[in-house]
């Protein structure tokens, strides 16, 4: 239920990374009590604090293509800082724009230490700890490489029947929250492309994916039951090369790719958890190496390093470590309160914003 009196003043810096918002509240929403994971904290604020995302999120506050990050004190006593992520429909375990965002804002807020040229610190998620290394330079942040949490491949290739399109096949990954990788060169999709043109079409293809998956495949996370069912839809195109010195030089593996975002719009971002579950989807098939580098592009061409430094097992599950890097801006400073006699308090949606249901 919303609250009966006027919330806090909360304070947030506007941040957003790769240009995809994602604001961190630095104050006014305390801790909650009887927390002592950063995934309990996400549970409670699930259960009992959803005003709090709905009133940062929906509008008038907010918009769809907004997230909103909540400093918290660690649960690891290794890390600096914890951060709950609030999306639009749900609270993902981790999310790699948001990520590079919390850093860059805790250390242009000086609320961590800057240390140039580069400082390392750890960042406590309800996914696990993360860490994070920072180039700095004359008091800014200049990019953040995270240190993502295991990722691996639940299917390579599974069919499902979607509604309107034919068979689709996907891969299903987790890279911090779960994914459905689709290749757009599949026959079904002739004529879409992953271009910002084409982003109202994408947007409708993907959550119609993503619903028929939720009929028919149910992947859970092997240490953490919670964590089950697809929540974005990966749209790629392949991976190939750039650039090459014509004498046999290899020039940048490249790969572009887009995220469909419940209720409905992209990522403006080439997103870090789906870079690193199409890292484990890569290596599962043969494609990247460890330590091999190369270079993911978002619909409106903006880029992330990516890089396998290790394996691991998660589970029963082969993963690889992903390592993301990118870089974030500051933009604004604001304090966000209630009036009592505000008729929104959990905010509102418009479906010319909110939502594909209108042409399913």
């Not at 009133?55 to 660690?74: A, C, D, K, Q, V």
């Not at 724009?97 to 240390?115: F, G, P, R, S, Y």
């Not at 940048?252 to 870079?275: A, E, F, I, K």
């Not at 290596?283 to 270079?295: F, H």
Request: hydrophobic share 35%; charged share 20%; net charge negative.
């Amino acid at each position: 239920m919303p609250p009966t009196t006027p919330c806090p003043s909360i304070t947030l810096t506007d941040c957003h990374c790769a240009g995809e918002v994602g604001n961190v509240v630095t104050a006014g929403i305390p801790n909650p009590p009887n927390t002592p994971t950063m995934y309990s904290k996400l549970v409670h604020f699930r259960h009992h604090s959803d005003h709090i995302r709905q009133l940062l999120l929906n509008e008038p506050r907010g918009r769809s293509p907004i997230n909103t990050n909540i400093l918290f004190p660690p649960c690891t006593l290794t890390a600096s800082y914890g951060f709950l992520i609030l999306e639009s429909d749900e609270y993902p375990p981790m999310s790699g724009n948001n990520t590079i965002c919390v850093a860059t804002v805790l250390l242009e807020n000086k609320l961590v230490a800057m240390h140039e040229p580069v400082t390392q610190f750890s960042l406590d998620t309800p996914a696990g700890l993360v860490g994070v290394s920072a180039d700095c330079q004359d008091g800014k942040c200049k990019a953040v490489a995270f240190d993502n949490v295991g990722s691996f491949v639940f299917a390579l290739d599974y069919a499902v029947e979607v509604a309107g399109v034919g068979r689709v096949r996907v891969d299903l990954a987790y890279g911090g929250m779960i994914y459905a990788i689709v290749d757009l060169r599949q026959r079904c999709f002739q004529g879409v492309e992953l271009r910002r043109e084409d982003a109202g079409r994408l947007v409708v293809l993907g959550e119609r994916i993503k619903r028929a998956l939720w009929e028919c495949y149910n992947p859970v996370h092997p240490e953490n039951e919670d964590i089950r069912g697809v929540s974005n839809v990966e749209f790629v195109d392949g991976v190939g090369l750039v650039g090459g010195d014509g004498d046999g030089g290899r020039g940048m593996r490249v790969g572009v790719n887009t995220v469909v975002v419940s209720p409905g719009r992209l990522d403006r971002s080439p997103c870090g958890t789906g870079s690193s579950a199409r890292m484990a989807v890569l290596y599962k098939r043969g494609l990247l190496g460890v330590g091999e580098r190369w270079e993911h592009r978002s619909v409106i061409g903006t880029k992330f390093e990516c890089w396998i430094r290790g394996t691991t097992m998660v589970g029963e599950y082969e993963a690889v470590l992903p390592t993301v890097k990118g870089s974030a801006w500051i933009m604004g400073y604001r304090q966000v309160v209630l009036d009592p006699e505000d008729p929104f308090p959990t905010g509102f949606r418009v479906g010319d914003q909110w939502g594909v249901d209108g042409y399913l």
